[in-house]
């Protein structure tokens, strides 16, 4: 069973995970995520979905999301279905396949947003930009993403396969009733810079960052520098060779990027790094 531990000053508190010490149902997990969305998401308001939608080659097919994402910017919106441990992969799939290929009455489903904006926290008293959010739900085909509470593996690929992506959300608590969201996975995040990188020739273990400029002008040669890669937190020497190329050197026993691929390096806007595999 997973603990975290979190210490303040002289005091510490465990917390587990709440399935292992409560009953919740899916609704109530759905309005943690709401209650929480400001943090988890906040380049989204979040609000609930509860629509019926059918299948566009298949009317008989038939599904209702659980909430729905819309950018702040209103360049995106995300379906969400929400799922706890003990759902059966195949009816995750079936739900997935019904919301990306669905038949939409755009003004219905803007209505229906629209009359949903009290569910967002932040800030007080929010309406949606009517103009905007009608022409993304015409413009725009959304995108699809599942949020389960228990890390399930086997559904990653052939969510990924459809065209979705896999979030997982888990709550813990401690003795006092207090609760932390553990998130891991595919969740949306803003990047506020891309460039590309490659396996470097020299030295061993080593990637060449290619136009890093604006990206890393806050990083020196010699500095360390921590990114992502598949959930994993790595560490790269930054080394400027004499011709000017960025190269970074892995920190440990092995490169843990896949040999002769090419990747990007992205950044978010907690300046966060990331590798991301071109497929």
Avoid at 62 to 79: A, G, M
Avoid at 115 to 127: C, D, E, M, R, T
Avoid at 195 to 200: D, I, K, P, S
Wanted: hydrophobic share 35%; with cysteine.
């Amino acid at each position: 069973m997973s603990k975290i531990l979190i210490q303040e000053s002289h005091s510490a508190y465990w917390f587990e995970r709440l399935s292992a010490v409560s009953y919740y149902s899916e609704s109530e997990f759905e309005n943690r995520i709401i209650k929480q969305a400001s943090f988890l998401f906040k380049e989204f308001f979040v609000v609930p979905f509860k629509k019926q939608i059918k299948h566009i080659s298949a009317p008989s097919r038939v599904t209702k999301p659980d909430l729905v994402f819309i950018k702040r910017d209103y360049s995106q919106w995300i379906l969400i279905e929400v799922e706890l441990d003990g759902h059966q992969e195949d009816h995750v799939l079936d739900q997935v396949e019904v919301m990306l290929h669905a038949d939409f009455n755009s003004e219905e489903v803007f209505e229906y947003i629209k009359s949903k904006a009290g569910y967002v926290l932040n800030p007080s008293g929010f309406q949606f930009d009517d103009d905007l959010l009608q022409n993304l739900i015409k413009t725009k085909t959304p995108e699809v993403l599942v949020i389960v509470d228990e890390t399930k593996v086997s559904w990653e690929t052939p969510l990924n396969k459809k065209g979705a992506k896999l979030c997982i959300v888990q709550v813990y608590k401690n003795g006092v009733g207090e609760e932390i969201l553990r998130i891991k996975g595919q969740y949306p995040r803003l990047y506020t810079g891309v460039v590309h990188c490659r396996e470097a020739k020299y030295p061993p273990q080593s990637i060449e960052v290619i136009n890093h400029f604006e990206l890393l002008e806050n990083y020196k040669a010699g500095e360390i520098i921590q990114i992502y890669f598949n959930e994993m937190l790595t560490r790269w020497n930054i080394i400027i060779n004499k011709n000017g190329k960025c190269i970074f050197k892995c920190i440990g026993p092995s490169n843990p990027l896949p040999p002769g691929k090419d990747f990007v390096l992205k950044q978010d806007e907690e300046e966060r790094f990331y590798y991301f595999e071109i497929n």
